[in-house]
Each structure stands twice: as C-alpha cells, then as structure tokens.
C-alpha cells in the first residue's frame, strides 16, 4: 500500500456501485410515489373537487330597468319630466351564482379508509384468541 492513499481501487468501486444503488433506489421510489398516490381508491363515494371560477356565472340581480334620460325626458323649459330613474347597468347590479351541480370535497385520509376491511367485533376477536390458545391449550396464560 502506498503512502497517503486510504482506500485502494477496488474498495472505491464498491463504494461508488453501492452508492450508485442507492440513487437508483431513491429516484425510482420518488417516480412511483406520485403514481401510487393517484391510484388510491377513495371510499367516500363523492369526487374531489374545489368551487373555481368554472362553476360560478354572473346573473343580473339588479331590479331597475336600465335607462338614459332623452330629449323626450325634457320638457319644452327643460324640466325633466320623466318618472323612470336614470340607471345604467354596472358590476354591481350582477353577482356570482353557483352554477355546479357537484359538492366540494377534499379527500382526507378517512375516505382512503375501506369500512368493510374490519368487521370483526370485540367478541369476535376474543373468541378467536380464545378458540386457538385452547388448542395450544395455554388460555390460563392469556387472559
């Protein structure tokens, strides 16, 4: 061995192919884990989805008729003699309406929870327990 040198060629190699390993394992794993992700199943019953502005539409609310005073809103001294309001339509005659038919959701955890994959009760659990530590017949041990 020589002098000043820690490790020899085939000891850096090994290195090297075991760290490569690992990167390879970690790139991997980050790639699916979007993936697996995506194909959870949810139980819920009800679809993701956030109100955007897709599912709002502007509605007039505004009850007074839109109206620009004329000529024949005067009379002959200029007097106005029109009963209609003047009133032009602005954004504040309109609002939002939600015009989505489907309920804003966020799945949770609990909706990627299957209800049905545990049935089992209490009792059901204990009499399991108890029907295998009779054939071992060790049940004065487990109580």
Request: a negative charge.
């Amino acid at each position: 061995m020589r002098k000043g040198k820690l490790l020899s060629g085939r000891a850096w190699k090994r290195i090297v192919r075991v760290l490569s390993c690992i990167v390879v394992f970690c790139t991997t794993y980050a790639l699916i884990l979007p993936a697996i992700t995506q194909e959870a199943q949810a139980y819920c019953g009800s679809e993701d989805h956030q109100h955007t502005d897709e599912c709002y539409r502007d509605i007039e609310s505004c009850t007074k008729e839109e109206h620009q005073h004329a000529e024949d809103c005067y009379d002959a001294n200029g007097n106005l003699i029109c009963q209609q309001e003047e009133h032009t339509h602005s954004e504040e005659c309109t609002r939002e309406l939600l015009d989505c038919t489907r309920e804003e959701h966020t799945h949770t955890l609990q909706c990627f929870s299957n209800p049905e994959a545990d049935l089992e009760t209490e009792e059901d659990c204990k009499r399991q327990i108890k029907d295998v530590c009779m054939k071992r017949k060790t049940w004065d041990t487990i109580s």
